[in-house]
């Protein structure tokens, strides 16, 4: 059985205790890895403090050569990496829509080369015979790095690739879950980096805890539960840390009166329900107009009684498991409230029997808002189809919660649906089409889905703190 040891300094770092790593499709233990104690916390986030001096003042260029060079590591070791997050998260190879471990791991891949890309040059404010100002962007010094299990690799690399194109060094914490494929791109990455710019230690929510509050870091980036994240936001108050926190979603979208349903049935389903539901900016909530919306879901079922479900390593499977047992038992319940409160189950409903962690893709009608499962984020392979009057109450109904991270809306009224959409409460909005983030493209949360942004020009500044720098000519 394979193991997987901590990054520290550059060196591998092992531990009497270790994790245990289950493949969710066959809920077997299929690897191990180092279990960090809070000393190994300590010693890999002093090595990022040391490793920051020479790193903040590298020159720009080779730190972006460096990035690059991680790029095609990722895809030099891309047919391993799509292994590991097979294994490691239960989603296939290819999955509904394209959206599987190869986008997840080529994905990575290409957001490292974008991002390598992306300059901060000096904004000058002033130039003449009295003064001369600029602004420029500085490293912060050490960041922590907080992962969750749904996307183990994709989302390390939107944290740490940004901070150090940026000068900064990283101590990262992926869920342990799933921290392989992050331990071995840290591996990989450590035979290009220099010694303490990117390490790794693994363990559960207490080693986390350790990492985000230790006086020495600057800036903690965190992607997961709204709650674990105002607790994070509470002890970083202790030492002012920056912060970035792109917590949980309960995306609402909203399809127009009159819209092609044939057109964009396929497309809404995969948005729900590709990685089984487990996205952040999934399409959680859907509300369509009353006129079609009968007609909606007996297309969506249609598309659901037709998918391949099993383990992800098989060719042409389009959904695999839920990722651990609890999630899938979370799930369960939400279902089970959702029929309490009067929804009618359209399919699904129910665990798939057998080996692995999976549930029965479910479409549920009847409900609105106030019921558990339109209110929640059910974070699963379930969709609750709510049905509206008019576009006002649709606006009103999409709006009623205390997420925002993204929505949409569906119609073939493009200047309507954009203006439907601008009244969105909401980080991102799309327009036909949902969940579509981009590594050019600033992409984050309002409300109790988090602050801060990532990705592109608006992700890198978050990396930075700003100095004024005048010259007196006179």
Not at 92 to 108: D, F, S
Not at 145 to 171: D, E, F, K, Q
């Amino acid at each position: 059985m394979k193991h997987y040891p901590m990054i520290i300094n550059g060196h591998a770092i092992d531990s009497h205790d270790r994790l245990s790593i289950v493949n969710p499709a066959t809920s077997e233990v299929f690897a191990t890895c180092a279990r960090a104690s809070e000393h190994h916390v300590d010693t890999a986030v002093h090595a990022a403090k040391m490793a920051f001096t020479d790193w903040s003042i590298r020159p720009d260029q080779e730190r972006k050569a460096l990035i690059h060079e991680l790029g095609a590591l990722i895809e030099e070791h891309k047919d391993e990496l799509i292994e590991l997050v097979v294994c490691e998260t239960g989603k296939p190879v290819v999955g509904l829509g394209g959206v599987g471990a190869t986008m997840e791991v080529m994905g990575a891949s290409i957001w490292s080369h974008v991002t390598a890309d992306i300059n901060l040059p000096d904004e000058i404010i002033q130039d003449d015979e009295t003064a001369y100002v600029a602004v420029t962007r500085k490293p912060l010094g050490v960041v922590a790095s907080v992962t969750p299990w749904n996307w183990p690799l994709l989302i390390a690399i939107w944290h740490l690739i940004a901070a150090i194109r940026a000068g900064n060094t990283v101590v990262i914490k992926p869920s342990e879950l799933t921290p392989l494929t992050t331990a071995r791109f840290v591996q990989l990455a450590n035979s290009v980096l220099p010694p303490g710019v990117l390490n790794i230690v693994m363990g559960a929510g207490d080693i986390g805890q350790r990492l985000t509050s230790a006086p020495a870091v600057n800036k903690v980036v965190f992607t997961g539960s709204t709650a674990t994240g105002k607790r994070i936001m509470a002890a970083a108050s202790n030492s002012l840390k920056r912060l970035v926190l792109e917590l949980g979603g309960n995306d609402a979208a909203i399809v127009l009166p009159g819209s092609n349903l044939d057109r964009i049935a396929s497309d809404i389903f995969a948005a729900a329900f590709h990685n089984n539901g487990q996205t952040c900016a999934c399409l959680k909530r859907l509300y369509v107009h009353e006129s079609q919306y009968g007609a909606l879901c007996e297309r969506l079922v249609a598309v659901a009684r037709g998918l391949k479900i099993g383990n992800g390593l098989n060719p042409d499977i389009e959904l695999g498991p839920i990722q651990n047992e609890a999630q899938r038992t979370i799930v369960e319940n939400l279902v089970a409230a959702a029929t309490r409160e009067g929804g009618q189950i359209l399919c699904g409903g129910k665990r798939i029997e057998g080996l692995g962690y999976f549930y029965e893709p479910t479409l549920v009608a009847g409900l609105t808002n106030g019921c558990e499962l339109v209110d929640q984020e059910q974070f699963g392979p379930v969709l609750p189809i709510i049905s509206y009057p008019s576009i006002k109450e649709a606006i009103r109904l999409a709006n009623d919660s205390p997420n925002g991270l993204g929505g949409s809306v569906w119609g073939d009224d493009l200047a309507q649906a954009e203006e439907v959409g601008r009244q969105l409460e909401c980080g991102t909005v799309w327009i036909n089409g949902h969940g579509g983030v981009q590594p050019d493209a600033p992409f984050g949360g309002v409300k109790e889905s988090g602050f801060g942004v990532e990705f592109g020009r608006f992700g890198l500044e978050e990396c930075t703190s700003i100095q004024t720098v005048k010259i007196h000519r006179q």
